[in-house]
């Protein structure tokens, strides 16, 4: 590869340079630019001011801003615990039994990721309407005088929604760890029958590190998607009723269009990057050492 490097270095260069160009484009100028508007005030029409640290002093003394992030945290472990752990087991299942409509299975779990954003929140919006939604009504059939209001109250409401956005979602990541478990070479499987080890041992020390380095990719995307969720968010609670659903992106939103205080929402959004980019840091080095077992 480096020799080839050497030889081909400009029709490389070629190559690549769109790619880095439109990257640039589109992540890298808008970045630094949130990042430099993060220090003034701006109202969108007025000239900017310069007001230095001031919209961050402001964010670390919201009210908003615990609630936020432990709304982001519940989302992010939950939405992990339900993509990651129920698209693991869907994923063994579908990849080591043999079973009529194992295909058919394999198409109903994507389908949720086919649909859009707001067909999935309408459809999970009437599921957990207060008066007939089919949870509550499941509860009457059967004698039960059970009844949850879930979008209207603080934990079970932001519980509600990452379980809604986790049926969207996990068929994407069962297919990302089905193709990890197909990829595990036969021949493993065959060695460990033949040392006498039974489904369960050969899940646990073949399977399951060997599709390790896929489920970490899973795990950083699910958490650092926590911090940034909106769209199912804003679309079944608009981060209500109060601040109980509200989350940094929710935050950042209502300042930029309904406050038109652009300055803060640029720091929200800058924090936002931070977190994702030091969280994805930290998965990458806490499980390092997984990537090298093997």
């Known amino acids: 590869m480096n020799t080839l490097f050497k030889k081909k270095k400009l029709p490389m260069a070629v190559f690549v340079a769109p790619t880095i160009i439109l990257f640039g484009l589109i992540i890298v100028i808008p970045l630094i630019q949130s990042a430099v508007m993060g220090f003034t005030e701006w109202d969108g029409i007025n000239k900017a001011t310069f007001i230095g640290l001031k919209n961050y002093q402001k964010l670390l003394k919201s009210r908003d801003l615990s609630v936020a992030i432990r709304n982001s945290v519940l989302f992010s472990v939950v939405l992990t615990l ?58 009457k059939t059967f004698g039960s005088s059970w009844q949850q209001n879930w979008l209207n109250e603080p934990i079970k409401g932001i519980i509600a929604v990452t379980i809604t956005e986790g049926w969207k979602g996990m068929g994407y990541h069962m297919l990302l760890i089905y193709a990890a478990m197909k990829n ?31 489920i970490k990719v899973s795990v950083v995307m699910c958490i650092t998607f926590g911090f ?47 977190l994702c980019v030091g969280l994805m840091l930290l998965i990458n080095k806490l499980t390092a050492r997984f990537d090298q077992q093997y």
């Open 82 to 139: 339900y993509q990651v752990g129920i698209g693991t087991v869907l994923a063994y299942i579908i990849a080591n039994f043999k079973f009529r409509g194992r295909n058919f299975f394999k198409n109903v779990y994507f389908f949720p990721v086919l649909l859009s954003v707001s067909v999935v929140a309408q459809l999970w919006i009437s599921i957990y309407h207060g008066d007939f939604g089919l949870i509550n009504q499941m509860a």
């Open 184 to 214: 595990v070479p036969e021949v493993y499987y065959e060695a460990a029958t033949i040392d006498g080890a039974n489904k369960k041992n050969q899940f646990f020390h073949i399977t399951l590190p060997l599709t390790v380095p896929t």
């Open 228 to 274: 940034r969720a909106f769209e199912m968010i804003y679309l079944m609670t608009g981060g209500g009723p109060g601040n109980y659903s509200t989350t940094l992106p929710i935050m950042m939103y209502e300042s930029l269009f309904g406050l038109q205080k652009y300055g803060y929402g640029s720091a929200i959004a800058v924090v936002i990057v931070i």
